[in-house]
């Protein structure tokens, strides 16, 4: 580990050197619980070594912490490598009640499937190691999870639909993503909405957004570029991406002739590699 992760992780190795010793098991015991060396369980303590998620359950249970290790680490793989623009929207994407998002040329990181993301990930990050590449995978694709472990807020995306048929290098990756939006989409998880390539959308080609609605009152922009994005919590800014929102509907096919579209693109994907 490098220093400022050592740093970040030693909150966690704190705190279950705490729990630990306040149980009165030593870390041999405790290793030999969870199956492994005591010199590990010290390395991880010292946040010389990272814990694996079940690894960190495994404490839990043991110590009867109630969840508290697996919250922390939660926390900090969440933030771990993301960018520090990114970390306060994450956390008000998991307030929200609404979330509305536009993406013209990929499909929104919290729809994507571990496949796609990673080459997505590859592609932008080319000297980050695998390890990054996967911490920052997990994140991705944990946002939904964390959505759906709590009352499902209104997830509702539009996308052009050349943003369905990226070039990925591997075929597989996209027809395994159309069947993942298929699902969501079916199962009411999200409701998708499609550009057809066939209409005249001029918005639609500007950058991607999204609108969090947090309370009744407290709605908050997002709006990302290639280093990153910006917030937008102006009241006007927020409204304007509304109505942005909103022009890109009227150009969009209903969620159900969408699923439809979907699924002839993966037909077509199928027949290309059959």
């Keep these: 580990m490098s220093r400022e992760e050592q740093a970040r992780w030693s ?36 946040a010389q070594r990272r814990p694996q998620k079940e690894q960190v359950e495994d404490f839990d249970a043991i110590l ?44 929104p990181g919290i729809l994507q499937t571990p496949d796609y993301a990673r080459a997505l990930i590859r592609a932008r990050r080319i000297t980050a190691s695998k390890d990054e590449v996967d911490h920052l995978v997990e994140t991705r694709i ?3 999870t964390k959505l759906q472990q709590r009352s499902l807020p209104l997830l509702w995306c539009v996308v052009r639909q050349s943003a369905l048929t990226p070039n990925m290098g591997d075929p597989t990756i996209v027809k395994g993503q159309l069947a993942h939006l298929t699902r969501l989409g079916t199962e009411g998880t999200v409701r998708l909405q499609v550009i057809p390539d066939s209409a005249s959308a001029p918005a639609a080609l500007c950058e991607a957004f999204r609108v969090m609605t947090l ?12 280093l990153g994005g910006e917030v937008k919590a102006l009241p006007q800014q927020v409204e304007d991406l509304i109505t942005f929102f909103e022009t890109l509907l009227s150009e969009a096919l209903s969620p159900s002739a969408s699923l439809e579209l979907i699924g002839t693109i993966s037909g077509d994907h199928h027949g290309e590699m059959d």
């Design 64 to 107: 009867a912490t109630g969840g508290v290790l697996s919250q922390i680490w939660d926390e900090l793989t969440t933030e771990w490598n993301v960018p520090a623009g990114f970390r306060d929207v994450l956390h008000l994407e998991q307030r929200a009640r609404q979330i509305r998002e536009f993406n013209a040329q990929i499909l």
């Design 142 to 144: 944990g946002r939904l």
């Design 215 to 226: 309370d009744g009152s407290n709605t908050i922009g997002y709006v990302e570029h290639a």
């Design 11 to 46: 909150r966690f190795g704190d705190e279950l050197r705490k729990i630990r010793s306040s149980s009165g098991m030593t870390q041999r015991e405790l290793g030999s619980k969870v199956g492994l060396s005591h010199g590990m369980v010290g390395a991880i303590e010292r």
